[in-house]
């Protein structure tokens, strides 16, 4: 069974969380499965959105989540995704990405040893290739308009650091894709939706969030 659930935050109680990157969101959602082991496999998605007066927490997951005691006096709905998904042929979709590739020359540059290292993609021709090609994989395409340009609007790159388990800073770049979606393999979308597009998924990129769309 798979999970949606959607907490909304005002930020006051974000900063009396002690949020400030993607990795302290990362954290906050294990308190959303609490007893787990340690070394247990993450079982969620997350994506934090900041809105004028709140943010909104979303978390992906396939085990069913438990709202945190931080959470008690805070808007909460989490809903089991039924069985059938996807429900519809065309969806709205906003998407948190963060596109890379793997460059075996620039990974051995200067003779430093090859660690499958990902690079950070940065012109527009290279973001909008980097979703075209995911949609291939993953069992959609992006709907075109009567002049046969996609539909699908991206914002500038945006630097997200971090500091991991109180090491040396971390920084992910992060590309927000918004447009129309259309299903071509209903078996590979339903697992993109579940497990999230490209890397970074623990730290707040991957999350396909979906409406329907049903024009023409």
Do not use: Q
Request: a positive charge.
């Amino acid at each position: 069974m798979t999970w949606l659930a959607r907490i909304s935050l005002d930020y006051e109680t974000v900063s009396r969380l002690h949020v400030r990157n993607c990795y302290d969101w990362h954290k906050k959602a294990w308190e959303f499965f609490p007893g787990r082991p340690k070394g247990h496999p993450r079982p969620f998605l997350f994506r934090a959105i900041e809105k004028d007066d709140v943010c909104d927490f979303w978390i992906m997951c396939h085990e069913e989540p438990t709202k945190p005691v931080w959470a008690k006096n805070l808007y909460w709905k989490a809903n089991a995704i039924k069985e059938g998904f996807p429900f519809h042929h065309r969806y709205l979709f906003d998407l948190l990405a963060n596109p890379t590739r793997r460059d075996k020359e620039r990974d051995a540059w200067n003779g430093r040893a090859p660690k499958h290292r990902r690079f950070n993609l940065k012109t527009p021709e290279e973001h909008e290739a980097w979703l075209v090609r995911k949609s291939e994989e993953h069992g959609f395409r992006i709907a075109n308009d009567s002049g046969n340009r996609l539909l699908v609007d991206f914002d500038p790159r945006r630097d997200y650091t971090f500091t991991y388990r109180d090491r040396a800073p971390g920084n992910h770049v992060g590309t927000r894709y918004r447009g129309v979606l259309e299903v071509i393999d209903r078996e590979k979308f339903a697992l993109a939706y579940k497990y999230g597009i490209g890397s970074a998924k623990s730290f707040g990129f991957g999350l396909l969030l979906l409406a329907p769309n049903t024009i023409n």
